[in-house]
Nanobody, 126 residues
């Protein structure tokens, strides 16, 4: 599975951005998809994930109520709508895919992931 992320940029506190990640490959539609992020000097952390059919989503506590993950399986694309952005959301955001259920991602973090996309930088200015 190959992943291509886009949509990062610079936004002010309180603003919004939408990230997209297009998956390709024979088994792309069978994978849960989601996002991790890595801020400077910190470890990569789970943000959100959605099941292969879009029925189940999990979020990190730090983004609940502000971020929404969704997917369009006709396009093999996952989206992360980020609202009410804060400076602490500044990070490189990485798209991920794996056959494991999103609940596994939440508890196992990066160890659960087989497929990674390139990062896209999100900068939130104060």
């Amino acid at each position: 599975v190959q992943l291509q992320a886009s949509g990062g940029g610079l936004v002010q506190t309180g603003g919004s951005l939408r990230l997209s990640c297009a998956a390709s490959g024979r088994t792309a539609s069978r994978n849960a998809m989601g996002w991790f992020r890595q801020a400077p000097g910190k470890e990569r952390e789970f943000v959100a994930a959605v099941s292969y059919n879009g029925a189940t989503a999990y979020y990190a506590d730090s983004v609940k109520g502000r971020f929404t993950i969704s997917r369009d399986n006709a396009k093999n694309t996952v989206y992360l709508q980020m609202n009410s952005l804060k400076p602490e959301d500044t990070a490189v955001y990485y798209c991920a895919a794996d056959p494991a259920r999103p609940g596994v991602w939440l508890h196992s973090g990066t160890k659960a992931i087989n497929y990674w996309g390139q990062g896209t930088l999100v900068t939130v200015s104060s």
